[in-house]
């Protein structure tokens, strides 16, 4: 059965950082384009970063390009969002996602099948 937890979410002050992982179970993560959203109160979810299983291609959303970085430990098959410089407007519900089949290059929230629960990040003094 194919599985993503994620943990690492907590309250930080603004400033702070914290990173986010996303252990996958019943499958191999290597293969798999995958995702990191989130979403806020009264918001839609929106795509913070993705990667690109076929050229290992990033995206990452204009409001979090140079503080957060996407990255997976294959070993591991676990995925992780760096978060540096934490703003309030970052807090948020975080998802991971994966996804077996082609998606499109801008972290597409339909693109992507298989998702976490979802881990909060309050940014907050």
């Known amino acids: 059965q194919l599985q993503l937890v994620e943990t690492g979410g907590g309250l930080v002050q603004p400033g702070g950082s914290l990173r986010l992982s996303c252990a996958a179970s019943g499958f191999t993560l290597a293969y798999y384009n995958i995702g990191w959203f989130r979403q806020a109160p009264g918001k839609e979810r929106e795509g913070v970063s993705c990667?690109?299983?076929?050229?290992?291609?990033?995206y990452y959303a204009d409001s979090v390009k140079g503080r957060f970085t996407i990255s997976r430990d294959n070993a591991k098959n676990t995925m992780y969002l760096q978060m540096n410089r934490l703003k309030p407007e970052d807090t948020a519900v975080y998802f991971c996602?994966?996804?077996?089949?082609?998606?499109?290059?801008?972290?597409?929230?339909?693109?992507?099948?298989?998702w976490g629960q979802g881990t909060q990040v309050t940014v907050s003094s």
């Open positions: 990667i690109s299983s076929s050229d290992d291609s990033t």
């Open positions: 996602a994966a996804e077996s089949l082609p998606v499109q290059p801008m972290c597409i929230m339909d693109d992507f099948g298989s």
